[in-house]
């Protein structure tokens, strides 16, 4: 009886551990890096947003995550990195009612958020579970899941300045 007691605490422990749940209001693994991932879908609403406040949203440089370890999340970082800086070529030049603005970051969106389920259905770990999705299904959970849907700067936080991503063309006849 104490054996099976035993064993299910530690199941138990083993599970939280994982999951990186919290525990009495600690979290279990207090290190481990924040990445403010997915990034919300682009809207009309958002686009001000997303265009004026680029600088005082989170980025991930290398330096950002440990030497070793986190390879989810430096996916999910470079995706923000990859998108960031999509946005800020889609918007340069730009003025708001401009409707290709927001085709061009809705199409950047859709371009970083498919090559972050490339990356991820190349590991040996389990993809993110919005990957597993098809077509609009996969944008509506990458949307639902994002933990900034407005896009709302930080104010206390200034992005570094980082190099513009490669991958990503504007392609105007697909609005």
């Known amino acids: 009886m104490i054996l099976t007691g035993g064993l299910m605490g530690l199941w138990f422990f083993a599970l939280l551990t994982l999951n990186g749940a919290t525990f009495g209001g600690a979290m279990l693994f207090p290190n481990e890096p924040y990445v403010e991932f997915p990034p919300a879908r682009p809207t009309a609403n ?72 490339q990356e991820e259905s190349s590991t040996m770990t389990a993809a993110y579970y919005c990957c597993a999705e098809e077509g609009e299904a996969m944008w509506t959970c990458f949307d639902g899941d994002s933990p900034n849907p407005n896009y709302a700067p930080r104010a206390d936080y200034t992005a570094p300045v980082q190099p513009r991503e490669n991958g990503f063309t504007f392609i105007p006849y697909h609005c």
């Open 46 to 117: 958002l686009l001000h947003s997303i265009c004026t406040e680029s600088s005082h949203r989170l980025r991930y440089p290398p330096g950002y995550f440990p030497r070793s370890g986190f390879s989810h999340l430096r996916r999910c970082g470079k995706a923000v990195d990859r998108v960031e800086s999509w946005y800020i070529a889609c918007c340069a030049g730009q003025t708001m009612e401009n409707n290709h603005v927001l085709c061009c970051a809705e199409q950047a969106w859709k371009t970083a958020l498919t090559t972050f389920c």
